[in-house]
């Protein structure tokens, strides 16, 4: 049996594509009109400096980690009700234009590649969803 792919592997494999970030954030912005207004005045660099620790806490959530783990509940508070107020539907913009971004940008992607990403960001997304319900805006920005 091939062995199961990584999704950390892949992430490397992205993060060699220049444009990597740029063509995630284009696709999410166009994925639901509620998106764009979210972001008005953001400093893009930053924010994608912001986006590669949410996806290194992701990426450690699964195998363990506890700092990952707990880094990650404060930026589901950050998103939840006593704060950005991110809705479920935004998740799912959210998993789906990272998912067609990766396919787009991962020189080795497979459907398997595919399914184990789907798997983290999923768990991942569930860590700071019931994060977001246990309480107000966490212990604050986690920049
Ligand atoms: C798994 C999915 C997501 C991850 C890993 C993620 C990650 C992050 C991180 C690490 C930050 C900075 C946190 C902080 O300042 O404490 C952030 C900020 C932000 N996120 Fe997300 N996010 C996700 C989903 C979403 C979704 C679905 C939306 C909906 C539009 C969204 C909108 C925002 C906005 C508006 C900011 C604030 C920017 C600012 O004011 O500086 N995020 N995100």
Redesign the pocket.
Known sequence: MPPIPEPGDSYFRCLRVPAFFERFYARFLASDP??PR??VG?EWR??TQ??R???A??LLVPTGNGAARAA?E??GR??GPAG?D?PDR??D???ASFLATVRECDAHWSDAVEDAWRRT?QD??AV?QAAALTGPGGS????
Request: hydrophobic share 55%; charged share 25%; aromatic share 8%.
């Open positions: 509620d998106v979210r972001f953001i930053e924010q912001l986006l620790r949410g996806l806490m992701l990650l404060d930026v950050r998103h950005l991110v935004l998740y913009c959210w998993v960001l991942g997304v700071m604050g920005r986690t920049r």
